[in-house]
Structure formats: structure tokens, C-alpha cells
């Protein structure tokens, strides 16, 4: 984290009073408590991993929630709109109830946050992932401040520090989790804390989402302005046409549709292939377009000019707020979930990336029985054409333009960074002492 960011989470937090008095943890990480604070590990103040034996002698046809890993929120929240007979999930799934503390285990779900405290779960019962730790606090421990305790950085940073496994398949053992040791202070003192990080960190998730919201509008303004400028040009007086295409609509009555065949050279026999025999052993040096790797330096896979790269694979055409085709240059390799296209004599490449990403593909996937879009039905796809010193004005037009709405997503995103971080270590600072919180809420 930056100086600057640590500073302005640091001023953030002296609003809140320290304790009056401190003692020594004994923990390292934890360094000094407030003096009538206690040290416990979790596995002494919470049950973990409860056994569905508890619900045993409910029918095998009642409805329980069922939570994927992807219905755990980040931070909080479950989606609870999957549910499944217990009899279908009371074995190979992890078990919990109303009130329990769930804790995604795999990495990089646990470095990311994700985990719950649950409520509103059918019957009361929920079966899920079984990447879930689970913990049950017990009398002497107030399960929403020990829920905060698992979203603290200190619990995170050292979870994730213990992990065992490889690569992606890295995990946080329960035996972390049992012996993790917070600061503790009376249940009653424990309620207070908990209930100021409802409300704060409630004003900072509602903040969040004011700028989660505002960076929707600014896609929604980005992409209408390139449809605009791309599909009718930049002179609203111009006499228009029917382009005789049924999603294009009207264009400028002077330019032109033609078939994408006519306007590019496709280079697709240069692509990589995926066979990893044909990959050889020696990386290159140049990036890998499509993939997460580097492959082998063969000349004539290297490409070293300006393309226009177009996605192969069917699902990303579905998404209407992520591009699917890239001008590119300089020394690249592309694989086959790419198709690598050339322009021809008068064709701009950034214009024509930008109205590749303005096409209507459901005429030539479906996303079913058609998962991918062929060489022979991308050729096929017809492209307006304005005359190239029009096609150049307009890539003119858009770079300025959409580089002054980036700069706008780039500032609104950093400003929800900084609030993240800014929760993040409120959760830290009232779940360890280090700031007392107690009249906050009296």
C-alpha cells in the first residue's frame, strides 16, 4: 500500500479515542490490548466444524439452502436462492446453521474475504461448498464480533501465510483457525463493538455501491458513445441510409457495408497451437495474446505488426460490457481462442476494432449448439465502412473521448479501493483495541 493511502486510512481512524489503559498481548501480531481485555484461542470460545448428526431426525424432504462457493459473499453475505432437499446433501457437503460463521478455505476465495455470517437460511439449515470452514460461537464469545475477527487483516494475512497445498489448490487448515488467538473482550463489550462495525461498515458498503453505480453509468456512457460515433459517425446533419443490416440500422448515406472477407486478411494459421508438442520446450520473450503463459519462439507464430484481434470462444460475446476484439501492435504471440485479423488498404485498425465491438453476434452464435465463432461465419459479418479519413477521424474522436471516461473509472476506482481499505482496517482497529468504539454507540 502506498504512503499516501496509509496516511489517509490512518487520519480516518484518529477520530476514534485509544483505551485508557494497555497491557502486553504475548501475542506478537497482536501486540498490545486494551488491560481488561483477554487472549483465547478461537477453539476455546467456539465450536468448530459442527457435524450434520444435529439434523438427523428431520425428513428427508425438507427444504435446506444449498451455497456454492460463488453464492459467498466477499466480506458478508450469502445468496440463498438455491435450495435442495436435505436428502441430497447431508453427505459430501458442509453442514451449518442460523448463526454460524462460515470462512472460505481454497485460496484465493480466503484472501479475497469471502465468508458469512449466516441468517435467513431455509429451516435454518444450510448445506454447502465443501471449501467452507465453519465456526459456532459459544456462550463466552458474541458471534458477530467474532465474524468481524475473521474479516480482520491479521486473520487474513496469517491464514493465508499458513496455508498448505499448491498453486490453486492452496488451503487454510482448521487447525489455524482453532488456534488463531483474538483479543476478547466482555460479551457486552463485544455486542458494542460488533454493532459499531454494523453501522459503519454499512455507511462504507452503501458508499461502495454509490460508486459501483456511478462506474455503470460512465461503461453505459462509454459504450453509447462509441456505437454513436462508429454506427452514424460524428456530424448529426449528414443524410442517412438503411444499411440493410438489421442491428446496424441507419448509417451515413455515403459509406459503405461490406463483409468482413473484403476488409481484412485473416491470419489465423499463424495462431499457436495448443498442442503442447508443438509448443516445444524453449519460452520466448514477447506476450502470449490469450493465455497465461509464454510459449516457444517459432518466427513464423510471431507477429509483429498492427492486427486486430477478435475472440473465438463463444461466452464473452454474451457479455455486452466487455470488449471482444483489440487493436494490438508489436511483437505478439496469439493462440486459438483468438482470431487475428489484418486490415486491408483504407481500413483503420482502432475504427474497426471499435465496430467489431458494436456487432450484433447472435445471428452467428448462440452460445449452444454454435459455442464459437468460425472462421467462415466471422467472414461473413458485414461492417460499415466510412471513407478512411472519416474512419481516422473518429478513432481520433474516441481516443480522446474514451481516454477522459477512463481516467474518471480510474479515479472512481480508486476512491472504492481506498473505502475497502478503509473498512478493512476499522474492522481491524475495533476487533483488536486499538481504538475504543464503546461510546460510539452508547
Known amino acids: ?216 453509468l460512465l461503461q453505459e456512457q462509454r459504450t453509447a458513445l462509441i456505437t454513436r460515433a462508429v454506427t452514424k459517425g460524428l456530424d448529426p446533419t449528414v443524410p442517412m441510409k438503411d444499411s440493410g443490416v438489421e442491428w446496424l440500422g441507419e448509417i451515413p448515406a455515403h459509406w459503405e457495408v461490406k463483409r468482413l472477407a473484403w476488409l481484412t486478411d485473416c491470419l489465423d494459421g499463424r495462431r499457436v497451437p495448443l498442442n503442447s508438442e508443438e509448443r516445444g520446450t524453449m519460452q520466448g520473450d514477447y506476450p502470449y495474446w490469450g493465455a497465461n503463459s509464454i510459449v516457444d519462439y517459432i518466427d513464423r507464430w510471431l507477429f509483429d505488426e498492427e492486427l486486430v484481434l477478435l475472440g473465438e470462444d463463444g461466452a464473452p460475446f454474451f457479455d455486452r460490457t466487455k470488449p471482444v476484439a483489440f487493436r494490438v501492435t508489436g511483437k505478439i504471440w496469439v493462440n486459438n481462442h483468438a482470431h487475428v485479423l489484418r486490415p486491408r488498404r483504407d481500413v483503420v485498425a482502432t475504427f474497426l476494432a471499435h465496430a467489431l465491438n458494436c456487432v450484433d453476434y447472435r445471428a452467428f452464435i448462440d452460445g449452444t449448439t454454435r459455442d464459437k465463432l468460425t472462421q467462415g461465419d466471422m467472414n461473413a459479418i458485414s461492417i460499415q465502412c466510412p471513407p478512411p479519413e472519416e474512419q481516422r477521424a473518429i478513432a481520433a474522436f474516441l481516443d480522446r473521448e474514451t481516454a477522459r471516461i477512463d481516467a474518471l473509472f480510474a479515479k472512481v476506482r480508486d476512491a472504492i479501493d481506498r473505502l475497502k481499505e478503509l473498512r478493512t482496517a476499522l474492522i481491524s482497529a475495533a476487533v483488536t483495541g486499538k481504538i475504543d468504539v464503546r461510546e460510539e454507540v452508547a
Open 1 to 216: 500500500m502506498s504512503g499516501p493511502k496509509r496516511g489517509e486510512r490512518a487520519g480516518a481512524l484518529r477520530r476514534y479515542r485509544p483505551y485508557p489503559a494497555y497491557k502486553d498481548s504475548g501475542v506478537e501480531w497482536l501486540g498490545e490490548i486494551p488491560a481488561h481485555w483477554d487472549v483465547k484461542r478461537l477453539r476455546f470460545v467456539s465450536e468448530s466444524n459442527p457435524v450434520p448428526s444435529e439434523v438427523r431426525g428431520l425428513p428427508g424432504d425438507t427444504e435446506v439452502s444449498f451455497v456454492p462457493m460463488e453464492a459467498v459473499g466477499e466480506h458478508g453475505g450469502l445468496s440463498l436462492e438455491v435450495t435442495k432437499q436435505l436428502a441430497d446433501v447431508k453427505a459430501g457437503y458442509t453442514y451449518f446453521r442460523d448463526g454460524d460463521i462460515v470462512i472460505a478455505k481454497i485460496t484465493p476465495c480466503f484472501e479475497n474475504g469471502k465468508g458469512a455470517l449466516a441468517s435467513g437460511l431455509t429451516n435454518g439449515i444450510a448445506f454447502g461448498t465443501t471449501e467452507l470452514h465453519v465456526l459456532r460461537a459459544l456462550d463466552r464469545a458474541d458471534r458477530r464480533f467474532m465474524f468481524y475477527v475473521t474479516l480482520s487483516d491479521a486473520f487474513r494475512r496469517l491464514g493465508e501465510a499458513d496455508m498448505y497445498g499448491a498453486g490453486g489448490q492452496k488451503r487454510v487448515s482448521e487447525s489455524f483457525v482453532r488456534n488463531f488467538s483474538p483479543a476478547l473482550p466482555s460479551v457486552p463489550e463485544q455486542r458494542a463493538i460488533a454493532a459499531f462495525l454494523d453501522r459503519e461498515t454499512a455507511r462504507i458498503d452503501a458508499l461502495v455501491a454509490k460508486k459501483e453505480r456511478l462506474i455503470e
